[in-house]
């Protein structure tokens, strides 16, 4: 099973940036998918949830701001997440979630200067 997260980097409070993972080795329509993130000394925090029915949910501090999204047919979720703010700045990590069992991807830094 493979996870590979894309599309962090640095970028200005206000502005936009939009994750993308990939997954191979998992019959992925099945799957919920989630996107987690964790900041410097701070817990991992789930953003948001989509399930395999296409039903998304949201952390409150993000809700109105990021929108997740699956291509079935390309095996990818989507984070697109506009209005950044500083305190979006966290290593944002994709996982698989069924049945109890979860894939997690390798990460991918998102820096938001003010």
């Known amino acids: 099973v493979q996870l590979q997260a894309s599309g962090g980097g640095l970028v200005q409070a206000g502005g936009s940036l939009r994750l993308s993972c990939a997954a191979s080795?998992?019959?992925?329509?099945?799957?919920?998918m989630v996107w987690y993130r964790q900041a410097p000394g701070k817990e991992r925090e789930l953003v948001a949830v989509?399930?395999?029915?296409?039903?998304?949910v949201y952390v409150d501090s993000v809700r109105g701001r990021f929108t997740i999204s699956r291509d079935n047919a390309k095996n990818t979720v989507i984070l697109q997440m506009n209005s950044l703010k500083p305190e979006d700045t966290a290593v944002y990590y994709c996982?698989?979630?069924?049945?109890?069992?979860?894939?997690w991807g390798q990460g991918t830094q998102v820096t938001v200067s003010s």
């Open positions: 996982a698989a979630e069924r049945d109890g069992r979860s894939y």
């Open positions: 080795g998992i019959i992925f329509r099945l799957m919920r």
């Open positions: 989509i399930t395999n029915g296409g039903n998304s």
